[in-house]
């Protein structure tokens, strides 16, 4: 990129460098490149190594790759675009990554009394629904989904399917059906559960439960299967289903620690090593597993067993101390911080300040909808960027722009795809969000990393490419088949027989 940086001893990490733009010699002759598009009048938020903001700038996008980004009187003299797309002065953003989300119970948002603990939500709303759900509701919600993370900015999430049965595979098949008719890159997480209900906690599901003796309760036992035949049903999914140039892919995903073996978590690590994907678990969520995991942490317990590393995307890590942020330093391990989820259910703050201190990789995910309740990656790293100010009561911590790079290039370095998505680069993804900025909320907009951070909602989001295909333009969904207000018509209903059926209160 022609241009220079006004302070070159702030392009680090996590500071921003603005790029002054060089301007073409006058009655130079240019050479006509030709591109698929030009998105232009805007600023680039580039989100490389440097931070770089290109003010008035351009983003030629050549088949599913950026081909070049820079002024925009440049670009628009020299190349030969098929489309422009006009970005009006609003922000042109790297497509927003959502590292930890669940997707199927988006359709009991709202739906229960929110005085809960982890495990009374757990048994007694999510997974009380989810077993009653069929194909097609499971279909319903993903396209629900979807919806709403594109119209958020989102190109890429990475689905935590903890209660997957594998005894019926249809939803599965029926959800990934929607992710590639939507257009939306979906990383889908196998999850995996094999270790055997001992009666502690046979016990503490029979208490649980009886808060809502009417609903519907499958035992805690129901999704449990073999140590060999989980990772060998999950080794066929990824050869059937695991293609990442054409925006699925798929990981072996051990749902909690205390729900599986030492051996289904060293084997999933080995998966993803012979499978180059990566695999991701739920770890140290609440205080419970704390003292499951008795004389070890979990994060001790997950080195000895082999299941630390760059391979291994570790969501919450709130119950851990300064030698497990050690440990997860040590061995570049990332970790997803699903933060209004954890503060719906009080499990605690995660040490993220110590994480990003020690240079783990930390991204942001929205986790369940129904206890973030949006699934908006803008809305929640300005939420980071502020409650953890007040928590550690230090306004220097977790700045603006760290919390912009856990939505991402950080978070697509947590997910294993810093080479191609994150950032707008030429030669990587052509994943990419418009946000507008011509709003009274966010005028005046100087930084436009500030606005986007503690500003946006995420409402302000227009235009939205995955891969070049444009799937948002004037916030309209192009992937939409009918009316979107008879679709949510029909989500609402779909919604309200199903809670009806699990008798949720």
């Not at 009417?214 to 999704?223: F, I, Q, V």
């Not at 995903?253 to 205390?258: D, F, K, V, W, Y």
């Not at 989001?461 to 088949?481: K, M, P, Y």
Request: hydrophobic share 40%; glycine share 8%; charged share 20%.
């Amino acid at each position: 990129m022609a241009g220079a940086i006004s302070d070159p001893e702030s392009a680090c990490r996590h500071g921003i460098a603005v790029f002054t733009p060089a301007v073409p010699t006058s009655g130079s002759r240019t050479p006509q490149i030709m591109t698929d598009l030009l998105i232009t009048n805007g600023t680039v938020v580039t989100q490389n190594a440097d931070r770089q903001l290109v003010s008035g700038g351009a983003v030629a996008v050549t088949g599913d790759r950026i081909s070049a980004i820079g002024p925009a009187e440049r670009l628009e003299n020299e190349t030969t675009p098929d489309r422009v797309i006009d970005a009006d002065g609003g922000a042109i953003v790297p497509g927003l990554i959502n590292a930890h989300t669940h997707v199927s119970d988006i359709l009991l948002r709202g739906s229960f009394d929110q005085d809960r603990g982890l495990y009374d939500w757990l048994f007694n709303v999510k997974q009380a629904a989810l077993f009653e759900m069929g194909p097609e509701e499971y279909e319903t919600a993903a396209r629900l989904y979807c919806i709403e993370a594109i119209r958020s900015g989102t190109t890429t999430f990475v689905e935590n399917d903890t209660a997957l049965d594998w005894n019926d595979l249809e939803p599965t098949r029926r959800k990934l059906d929607v992710y590639d008719r939507m257009g939306v890159r979906n990383i889908y997480g196998a999850g995996i559960r094999d270790l055997p209900v001992d009666a502690g906690f046979q016990r503490m599901f029979d208490e649980i439960t009886a808060r809502d003796a009417e609903s519907t309760h499958p035992g805690p036992d129901t999704l449990v299967v073999d140590t060999e035949r989980a990772l060998n049903d999950v080794e066929s999914l990824i050869e059937a289903h695991h293609a990442p140039e054409e925006g699925q892919s798929v990981w072996p995903a051990p749902a909690t620690l205390a729900t599986t073996t030492s051996d289904a978590l060293s084997g999933s690590y080995r998966l993803a090593e012979e499978y180059d994907v990566m695999t991701t678990a739920h770890v140290a969520e609440a205080e419970a597993e704390v003292s499951e995991r008795g004389a070890l942490s979990s994060i001790e317990y997950l080195r000895n067993v082999g299941y630390l590393g760059d391979r291994a995307l570790l969501g919450h890590c709130v119950q851990t101390n300064e030698r497990d942020v050690r440990l997860l330093a040590q061995t570049n391990t990332p970790v997803v911080h699903n933060f209004r989820a954890n503060m719906r259910i009080a499990t605690g703050f995660a040490p993220v300040t110590s994480m990003l201190a020690r240079d783990v990789t930390v991204g942001i995910g929205t986790d369940n909808s129904i206890l973030n309740d949006t699934i908006n990656p803008l809305s929640d790293a300005g939420a980071v960027a502020t409650a953890h100010k007040g928590y550690r009561r230090d306004s220097g911590v977790v700045s603006a722009q760290q919390a912009f790079d856990m939505v991402t290039c950080d978070a697509a370095e947590a997910i294993g795809r810093a080479g191609d998505l994150g950032s707008i680069e030429p030669g990587k993804q052509a994943d990419i969000a418009i946000v507008d900025l011509d709003r009274p909320h966010l005028t005046p907009s100087p930084e436009p990393v500030h606005a986007l951070v503690y500003g946006a909602s995420g409402s302000e989001v227009r235009t939205v490419l995955c891969a070049g295909t444009v799937l948002l333009e004037d916030r309209e969904l192009l992937a939409l088949d009918g009316s979107l207000n008879s679709f949510l018509a029909e989500a609402t209903a779909t919604a309200d027989h199903l809670v009806d059926r699990a008798n949720i209160t």
